[in-house]
């Protein structure tokens, strides 16, 4: 897990992440929206949400990075607390809410808030007969070779830029 967390750190960072014209707190903000937008439309279709834990898990890094909250996740090993996914589904969208407010208005983000979100994932994963790791794994995967730039504060890939030509 320690050495995923550091290739999305380097990742981030090839890409300009933190720069002065990269990512904002308010752009983030609408990064978390968006994938758990996207990761809430999936459990409704009763679709796969494996790269879509792993999304919101490389989000909830980046944004450690960003806040100069360098990421200590102690998520516990094969441990289910027996609560059900209805219980972590509220927590994840609980505390991402309360994430978001304080990116919006610029309060500050501890990094307990990022390590609830981390042992969400970990129990969401868990309840989908899965691991975080893993999820996290298929997410880097998906974006370890993809380019862009930066527009407002938003990544926007290569291939998106190409759609719009």
């Not at 009763?46 to 792993?54: A, L, Q, R, S």
């Not at 898990?57 to 990075?65: E, F, K, S």
């Amino acid at each position: 897990m320690k050495e995923l967390i550091s290739n999305i750190y380097q990742w981030a960072e090839n890409r300009n992440f933190f720069s002065p014209n990269g990512v904002t707190q308010q752009t983030m903000f609408v990064k978390f929206v968006e994938e758990l937008g996207e990761y809430a439309r999936h459990i409704a279709r009763g679709e796969d949400t494996t790269d879509d834990i792993g999304d919101i898990a490389v989000l909830t890094i980046i944004t450690g990075y960003l806040l100069d909250r360098k990421p200590t996740y102690r998520v516990p090993e094969n441990h289910n607390c027996g609560f059900g996914s209805d219980y972590w589904l509220y927590r994840l969208t609980s505390t991402i809410g309360g994430i978001s407010e304080n990116l919006m208005f610029g309060k500050p983000i501890y990094s307990t808030n990022l390590e609830n979100i981390m042992i969400s994932l970990h129990q969401i994963a868990i309840e989908q007969g899965t691991s975080l790791e893993l999820c996290l794994e298929k997410a880097y995967n998906n974006i370890k070779d993809r380019k862009g730039h930066f527009e407002n504060g938003f990544f926007i890939k290569e291939s998106d830029k190409n759609k719009s030509n």
